[in-house]
């Protein structure tokens, strides 16, 4: 059965800091989908990044970089100088080739001090 | 491009009631997918639907249903609710299986009493 854990429930940093959100994930089928999503406050997820098994190039779009690790079962993402604004709850969430929809992670609470 | 739209977006119910959610994908987009969010559980998949069929399932009872219309739009029926139903239900659309891009709407608050 597929499954992913967000190990960090809450991390809160001081804004300007690089911060890194870890993903692991578990899957039988050699084909699947990896994402990430941001949820903030007023409840909507946000798309950030799909990935799938076949690609393991690392991914930066501006301030956001994401490491997917087949050999490790990861894809941790990171934020470079952090702002307030990031602060939200992001989730990583994985698709076995379209089956049984996404099974999202626990999801993780960052926190952005000023 | 208008997004995901979902009504009502906040709901309040009774125990034994049952309750309609509904939900318009983004234009051209064809697949409609149901999650329940709660603090407990997290977010769990209820189902998938594309060109009017129901093309995959969570792990819910039968209470929950729902179903798709010609136009793409999607509805979500939870009949006898439950305290425990109490939830964000969200809607996502992609233009062709959950295996893509999944954009969300803002979701409907349900809350049974």
């Known amino acids: 059965a597929q499954k992913v854990t967000q190990a960090q429930t809450e991390i809160s940093v001081v804004e300007k800091e690089d911060v890194t959100l870890d993903c692991v994930y578990e899957t039988r089928d050699t084909t699947y989908y990896l994402f990430w999503y941001k949820q903030p406050p007023s409840g909507e997820l946000v798309f950030l990044i799909r990935r799938n098994s076949f690609d393991e190039q690392n991914e930066i779009s501006g301030r956001y970089s994401w490491n997917f690790q087949k050999s490790t079962s990861s894809f941790n993402f990171t934020i470079t100088a952090s702002q307030v604004v990031d602060s939200a709850v992001y989730f990583c969430a994985l698709s076995e080739g379209g089956a049984d929809g996404l099974t999202f992670g626990k999801g993780t609470h960052l926190i952005i001090q000023p | 491009k208008a997004g995901v739209t979902q009504t009502p977006r906040y709901l309040i119910k009774t125990r034994g009631q049952q309750v309609t959610l509904s939900c318009s994908p983004i234009?051209?987009?064809?697949?409609v997918s149901w999650y329940q969010q709660t603090p407990g559980q997290g977010l769990q998949f209820l189902f998938e639907y594309f060109s009017e069929t129901q093309r995959n399932k969570g792990n819910f009872p039968g209470r929950f249903s729902g179903r798709q219309f010609s136009n793409s739009r999607s509805e979500m029926n939870v009949s006898t609710l439950e305290l425990g139903d109490s939830a964000l239900y969200l809607c996502?659309?992609?233009?062709?299986?959950?295996?893509?891009?999944?954009?969300f709407g803002p979701g409907t608050r349900l809350t049974v009493l």
């Open positions: 234009s051209g987009h064809r697949s």
């Open positions: 996502a659309s992609s233009s062709s299986s959950t295996d893509n891009e999944q954009f």
